[in-house]
């Protein structure tokens, strides 16, 4: 099994800046694929980053694309989500989720496809205010 913990969520207002972090522990070579989602009330979840394993191929969507950054930190099995130039429309709860990599590789839109990830944290709250 595998756990994943976010944390780092919070208010700030448009143009602000924060940094989610998401800690995995248990089992973690099943979860060397990782990716941010997000999901807004009445909105469908949203792939925003996903990763291989060691920074390979890290893919963000395009609505963060230049403003968002992934980072990981193999020694703590931690990846963060550094957020930056906040939008309100960046407010939404956002959740860390974990897989195993396929060997033969796996791209942009099966990882920021929700349905790729096996398992998902409680996730962490931004909001941003205008």
């Known amino acids: 099994q595998v756990q994943l913990l976010e944390s780092g969520g919070g208010s700030v207002q448009a143009g602000g800046s924060l940094r989610l972090s998401c800690a995995a522990s248990g089992d973690t070579d099943k979860a060397k694929c990782m990716g941010w989602f997000r999901q807004a009330p009445g909105k469908e979840r949203e792939g925003v980053a996903g990763t291989y394993p060691g920074m390979i191929g890290t893919y963000y969507a395009d609505s963060v694309l230049g403003r968002f950054t992934n980072s990981q930190d193999n020694a703590k099995n931690t990846l963060y989500l550094q957020m930056n130039s906040l939008k309100p429309e960046d407010s939404a709860m956002y959740y860390c989720?974990?897989?195993?990599?396929?060997?033969?590789?796996?791209?942009?839109?099966?990882?920021?496809?929700?349905?790729?990830?096996?398992?998902w944290g409680q996730g962490t709250q931004v909001t941003v205010t205008s």
């Open positions: 989720a974990a897989s195993r990599c396929p060997s033969v590789g796996v791209g942009r839109s099966r990882l920021l496809n929700a349905g790729f990830y096996n398992y």
